[in-house]
T-cell receptor, first 110, second 120 residues
Framework: QSALTQPPSASGSPGQSVTISCTGT?????????VSWYQQHPGKAPKLMIY???KRPSGVPDRFSGSKSGNTASLTVSGLQAEDEADYYC??????????FGGGTELTVL | QVQLQESGPGLVKPSQTLSLTCTVS??????????WSWIRQPPGKGLEWIGY???????YYNPSLKNRVTISVDTSRNQFFLKLSSVTAADTAVYYC????????????WGQGTMGTVSS
């Protein structure tokens, strides 16, 4: 069982928006603004999509956005495209050089 | 563009030590302010942080694994290593190496992963 809870699956039609949640505790997600999100296509390396809750690395489309409320962080993908179909993972810093991970969410573009 | 590539024996017997290598290309493992990390994913399960090493050689490990884990580095070969001792079937997983950047508190570069299977 992963330390951070994500829904196992999510889906949306092209052009729609979908939000994936990531729930932790006050010791990780709620205690630090250090939640990051990763996209992983089958057989590929994970790719950083969001860091520090809501910041996007260079090259990541602005269709991807992040937010946090209390112990729950969220990733929203707007204007869904076929290439967004992938697994998404959240990671949170948990203090004292320790990290906790989510179990992953499989996003399907219908 | 820095890239990471894992390598190592795919099959290890129970009670033995799993040894993996991560080769860094496109940049020096000594340059910059980074933590060189290992992360794993058992089949059908989520990701788990194993530990990392800072450029200075200081290591930090997941408390649940720290009695069995050693991360080391060979800067002359631009490689870092994972040794996981006394393995059981529960250690069967895809093992990833990754770079953690303190400036953004995230793992910004990952390898493709290598399967480590524990079986007799």
């Amino acid at each position: 069982q992963s330390a951070l809870t994500q829904p196992p699956s999510a889906s949306g039609s092209p052009g729609q928006s979908v939000t994936i949640s990531c729930t932790g505790t006050s010791s990780d997600v709620g205690g630090y603004n250090y939640v990051s999100w990763y996209q992983q296509h089958p057989g590929k390396a994970p790719k950083l999509m969001i860091y520090e809750v809501s910041k996007r690395p260079s090259g990541v489309p602005d269709r991807f956005s992040g937010s946090k409320s209390g112990n729950t962080a969220s990733l929203t993908v707007s204007g869904l495209q076929a290439e967004d179909e992938a697994d998404y993972y959240c990671i949170s810093y948990a203090g004292n050089n320790n990290w906790v991970f989510g179990g992953g969410t499989e996003l399907t573009v219908l | 563009q820095v890239q990471l590539q894992e390598s190592g024996p795919g099959l290890v017997k129970p009670s033995q030590t799993l040894s993996l290598t991560c080769t860094v290309s496109g940049g020096s493992i000594r340059s910059g302010d980074y933590y060189w990390s290992w992360i794993r994913q058992p089949p059908g399960k989520g990701l788990e942080w194993i530990g990392y090493m800072y450029n200075s050689g200081t290591t930090y490990y997941n408390p649940s694994l720290k009695n069995r884990v050693t991360i080391s580095v060979d800067t002359s070969r631009n490689q870092f290593f994972l040794k996981l001792s006394s393995v059981t079937a529960a250690d069967t997983a895809v093992y990833y190496c990754a770079r953690e950047a303190p400036s953004i508190v995230a793992f910004d570069i990952w390898g493709q992963g290598t399967m480590g299977t524990v079986s007799s």
